[in-house]
């Protein structure tokens, strides 16, 4: 008797808790919108593959992407990975249509060897009315914005005056739509860093003096500790990924500073077990785009200081970068 008691009062808390789990409804992905400049360092395509991992494992959903750098092949780069990985509709927004340069490691091979819709950023779309229309699209408080480059066209969002997009002025927009950010920026606890001072300060001012709602720094000293992209990388890539392509021209797998792809992590699986979040304090930005982490704490800003072990952080964010490609890609020779 004690045995059939025993065997149905585990069977009913069997039941409760599959019942339990099919009540609970599926996390819904996050919508975001990546602000990068892929030109002169490699971690942003780095970032971008992680980008695509985490939509393939549901837990993003990719709305677009601005490309703040007058690099000339910038653009078709990121629609190069974007499009090797199952996703060549992205909406791809640009900063400069025009003076462009030519100084990526990296950018002009992988627009011109793999396909893409631009030839060079001429071709691509103004980043503020990309922006707008994202976020004019989606539900209110949702979004989430992680830049990994220079802040010229957050700011310039943040500046943009209501068009037929939609009747609201870019801050409103912002504190409308926007869930969080993320930032690769400025050096903790003080320091300068390039995404704040170069080439354009006055557009950190502009964002840290208008921006509103919950912000994380990804400061240059984590990204700094982290080297990813190395030989182990190299060894389980596919060749004919543009990452790889993109690790192998930039220094041939030598490996590099995560500064990047520490923001992509913060931003989709949060600080975890990975980091802590020190938010006793606010980020101060001077003209030249220097910063300090000042008291008091204004309640929205933080910035990370690691907490697990470097080789464990390494390896996850190497293991999300060997995103593979849809198996569409690789029966059409490579070629979507």
């Known amino acids: 008797m004690i045995r059939i008691l025993f065997w149905g009062l585990f069977l009913a808390v069997i039941q409760t808790n599959s019942n339990a789990d099919r009540a609970t409804p599926l996390a819904m992905p996050i919508p975001v919108i990546l602000d990068t400049d892929m030109d002169s360092d490699v971690d942003d395509a780095g970032a971008l593959a992680m980008l695509h991992a985490y939509e393939k494992q549901g837990k993003i959903r990719i709305l677009g992407v601005i ?3 007058d690099e000339a092949y910038s653009a078709g780069c990121t629609d190069a990975i974007n499009t090797y990985f199952g996703r060549k509709n992205i909406p791809i927004g640009v900063s400069q249509r025009d003076s462009l340069k030519t100084f990526s490691k990296y950018t002009q091979q992988i627009t011109q060897s793999f396909p893409n819709r631009y030839p060079t950023n001429a071709a ?4 503020t009315a990309v922006y707008r229309r994202l976020l004019a699209a989606e539900k209110d ?4 914005i992680i830049t990994i480059g220079h802040l010229t066209s957050l700011s310039r ?3 943009s005056a209501p068009d037929r997009i939609s009747k609201l002025s870019g801050i409103e927009l912002v504190r409308k739509k926007v869930k969080r950010w993320s930032c690769m920026g400025g050096q903790f606890p003080a320091g300068k860093e390039a995404n704040f001072y170069r080439p354009d300060p006055a557009s950190t001012v502009n964002c840290l003096a208008k921006w509103t709602l919950p912000v994380t720094f990804a400061g240059w000293e984590v990204g700094n500790q982290i080297i990813t992209g190395g030989a182990l990388f ?3 890539c596919p060749p004919d990924s543009p990452i790889y392509r993109a690790y192998e021209l930039y220094n041939n797998f030598k490996g590099r500073a995560g500064w990047d792809q520490i923001a992509l992590l913060e931003a989709v699986e949060g600080a975890g077990s990975f980091f802590t979040v020190k938010k006793d304090g606010h980020c101060y930005v001077a003209a030249d ?3 300090q982490w000042k008291s008091p704490s204004n309640t929205i800003h933080g910035y990370l200081v690691i907490q697990a072990s470097i080789d464990r ?4 964010i190497d293991e999300l970068m060997l995103v593979m490609p849809l198996p569409v890609y690789k029966k059409s020779g490579g070629r979507p």
């Open 157 to 159: 969002l943040l500046d």
């Open 141 to 144: 408080g949702s979004v989430v």
């Open 313 to 316: 952080i390494r390896e996850h």
């Open 289 to 291: 785009g220097s910063n």
């Open 234 to 236: 190299k060894a389980a």
């Open 67 to 69: 490309v703040t750098s």
């Open 124 to 127: 691509a779309e103004d980043g």
